[in-house]
Each structure stands twice: as C-alpha cells, then as structure tokens.
C-alpha cells in the first residue's frame, strides 16, 4: 500500500496525477486517519495558479514515478465537494467525499487530522 511506502515528509509538493496520468495538481496537505494515523486524504491545490483545493482519498492512490496516481479523472476530483479544510475533516465532510468518491463501506465516525498540525 502506498501509504506505507512514502515517508510522511515525502508527501507535500508530490504531483497528483489522475488515472491517464493528466496532471491535477500538487499535495499541500495530508489528512490522516484519527485512529490509525495512516494518511487517509490529500489536499491538492489545483488550476492555473494552484489557488483551488480539493480533497482526494489517498488509500487507494499507487505510485507513478514520483507522481501520486489516484484512480479518479481529473474534472472529477476537481468537481469535489468543497469541504472545511482546517485542522481536521469533520466526520459529516468526510461522509460527503466518500459519498461523492464511492467509497465502499460506510464512512468512519471520526474525522481525520490534518498531519501538519
């Protein structure tokens, strides 16, 4: 699993690239499961001037090189719900990416911390 193979430093500035290796942006911050610990999702910045952010799962993203793939198109992850992304994801955010991603499963109750905090 990818997670377990980037050390936590190794994940800001990556470049996320969706399913046909179109670029999506770049991670500027990692979220990590409350339980766990384990990076769950990424904040990317996105567009021209890296000024959008979206929230994409991580758990299933495999590495491209140095890039970070995840098995999503590009305008999809962009077309993400936006959600808060301060300190932590709320459970009820975390339930609506999921939704919105068809996450399997049901969403956990906890939320997720932001790993620079």
Do not use: C
Not at 1 to 21: F, H, S
Not at 45 to 53: K, N, Y
Not at 68 to 77: A, G, Q, R, W
């Amino acid at each position: 699993m990818i997670n377990e193979q980037i050390a936590m430093e190794d994940w800001y500035d990556r470049a996320v690239v969706d399913r046909d290796g179109a670029k999506i942006g770049k991670v500027s911050d990692v979220y990590l499961d409350n339980e766990t610990r384990k990076p769950k999702w990424a904040l990317v910045r996105t567009g021209i001037f890296s000024t959008l952010r979206s929230v994409v799962p991580i758990t299933s993203a495999s590495a491209s090189g140095h890039d970070l793939m995840v098995p999503f198109d590009e305008s999809f992850v962009r077309g993400a719900p936006m959600v808060g992304v301060d300190e932590e994801l709320s459970a009820g955010d975390e339930a609506l990416l999921a939704e919105y991603y068809g996450l399997a499963g049901r969403p956990s109750p906890r939320s997720s911390v932001r790993a620079s905090s």
